[in-house]
């Protein structure tokens, strides 16, 4: 069975005809030739497909494109305005937060998320207490950023490349 979808993907709307088990990961790769979302595991494990769907951080293998119909989709190519790198981007060259960079565009989309889950209150499962601010410290980071894999094993320059930019961001 095929239905239309009109999708907003970094800024420029885009119509599609699919069929309706095709998840948004293989419409934005497959459909919309757009590769900053990989496909890592197919099974939602990894976060190597994570983009930023109406703001909010999501792994595209495990959803269906045709729910997301009118829908705001932000990719690690799209966080990127006027030539300039985001500040999280920046940040993971500055630290060499990658080797292979598999995972870094979902790593990307993650950290942005969760910068904004952080920002506007919402607890992680390391927050202590229901009613405190959530905080983030290097293990409240790790916590919030544990659904997305590097299999290179760069955890600790992605902490620091978090931290540095959460720091850019509290001095501008």
Do not use: W
Request: with cysteine; proline share 2%; glycine share 10%.
């Amino acid at each position: 069975m095929q239905a239309s979808i009109t999708l907003r993907v970094d800024g420029e709307q885009r119509s599609l005809q699919l069929d309706t088990r095709t998840t948004l990961l293989d419409a934005l790769r497959e459909h919309l030739g757009i590769t900053a979302a990989k496909k890592g595991c197919d099974h939602g494990q990894c976060g190597a497909c994570t983009v930023l769907l109406d703001g909010r951080r999501v792994t595209t293998c495990l959803s269906l494109a045709v729910a997301y119909d009118g829908a705001t989709i932000t990719t690690a190519q799209g966080l990127v305005r006027d030539g300039a790198l985001h500040p999280l981007q920046q940040a993971f060259l500055d630290h060499d937060a990658l080797q292979c960079g598999y995972c870094t565009p979902g790593q990307i989309c993650s950290a942005v998320g969760m910068l904004e889950e952080a920002k506007a209150g919402q607890p992680s499962f390391v927050t202590r207490g229901l009613t405190a601010a959530p905080g983030l410290s290097d293990e409240e980071i790790r916590e919030r950023m544990s659904g997305n894999l590097c299999r290179c094993g760069a955890y600790v320059n992605i902490v620091a490349a978090i931290r540095d930019a959460i720091k850019q961001s509290a001095t501008t």
